[in-house]
């Protein structure tokens, strides 16, 4: 649904502009953004690049698995359906640290075990899980202590201080999380109960 929004708007963005005898800014605009695109690939790879190979190194080493360990108890009290040492609590932590790092890019192939894991729990396979709901929320808000893109962003643009977003981010993180979680139980309840 969504890519025929951006369809549609793209369409009557290049018919407005060709009636209005103005293509030649789309081509020149095409072009810009192409060009400013792969810069911005270019400047950003390093850093992901780093943190994902930080990543992997956390999980050869068995780093990953330490922390996740460290992690069970609180997303036990999250998960309550979830069996204790079930994957899903593996990957779930694994993403919920990749998050933590600013690494949706590292976060994402764990988020998508997690739910392929979630699913298997699930009793009713057309409907989502409490799990899955509740780790969708926490996906979503995503705890950032490290805002790895948005510093590199800030970098490649020439920010005087790059790195001033960490407290902002942190904060605003820890709120949506706080909020999010506590809508998804009270909706719960209220549906459980209701």
Same mark, same amino acid.
């Given at each position: 649904?969504?890519?025929?929004?951006?369809?549609?708007?793209?369409?009557?963005?290049?018919?407005?502009?060709?009636?209005?005898?103005?293509?030649?800014?789309?081509?020149?605009?095409?072009?810009?953004?192409?060009?400013?695109?792969?810069?911005?690939?270019?400047?950003?790879?390093?850093?992901?690049?780093?943190?994902?190979?930080?990543?992997?190194?956390?999980?050869?080493?068995?780093?990953?698995?330490?922390?996740?360990?460290?992690?069970?108890?609180?997303?036990?009290?999250?998960?309550?359906?979830?069996?204790?040492?079930?994957?899903?609590?593996?990957?779930?932590?694994?993403?919920?640290?990749?998050?933590?790092?600013?690494?949706?890019?590292?976060?994402?192939?764990?988020?998508?075990?997690?739910?392929?894991?979630?699913?298997?729990?699930?009793?009713?396979?057309?409907?989502?899980?409490?799990?899955?709901? !509740?780790?969708?929320? $926490?996906?979503?808000?995503?705890? &950032? @202590? %490290?805002? /790895? #893109?948005?510093?590199?962003?800030?970098?490649?643009?020439?920010?005087?201080?790059? !790195?001033?977003?960490? $407290?902002?981010?942190?904060?605003? &993180? @820890? %709120?949506? /999380? #706080?909020?999010?979680?506590?809508?998804?139980?009270?909706?719960?309840?209220?549906?459980?109960?209701?």
């Amino acid at each position: 649904m969504v890519n025929k929004i951006w369809g549609f708007f793209i369409v009557v963005g290049i018919a407005f502009a060709f009636f209005n005898g103005k293509i030649d800014i789309i081509n020149e605009e095409i072009l810009n953004s192409c060009k400013n695109t792969l810069e911005l690939v270019f400047q950003l790879f390093p850093v992901v690049a780093l943190w994902l190979g930080i990543m992997k190194i956390a999980t050869a080493s068995g780093l990953l698995q330490i922390v996740s360990n460290k992690l069970s108890p609180f997303l036990r009290i999250i998960f309550p359906e979830i069996p204790k040492d079930h994957p899903a609590l593996g990957y779930i932590s694994s993403n919920i640290i990749a998050n933590v790092f600013g690494l949706g890019n590292a976060a994402t192939p764990f988020g998508l075990k997690a739910m392929e894991s979630l699913q298997e729990l699930n009793h009713n396979k057309k409907e989502a899980s409490r799990s899955m709901i !509740t780790f969708l929320v $926490l996906n979503t808000s995503g705890l &950032t @202590l %490290i805002p /790895t #893109t948005i510093i590199s962003m800030r970098m490649l643009y020439g920010s005087t201080n790059p !790195t001033e977003v960490i $407290l902002p981010c942190i904060l605003a &993180t @820890l %709120i949506s /999380t #706080t909020v999010g979680l506590t809508l998804d139980r009270i909706l719960y309840y209220r549906s459980k109960h209701g």
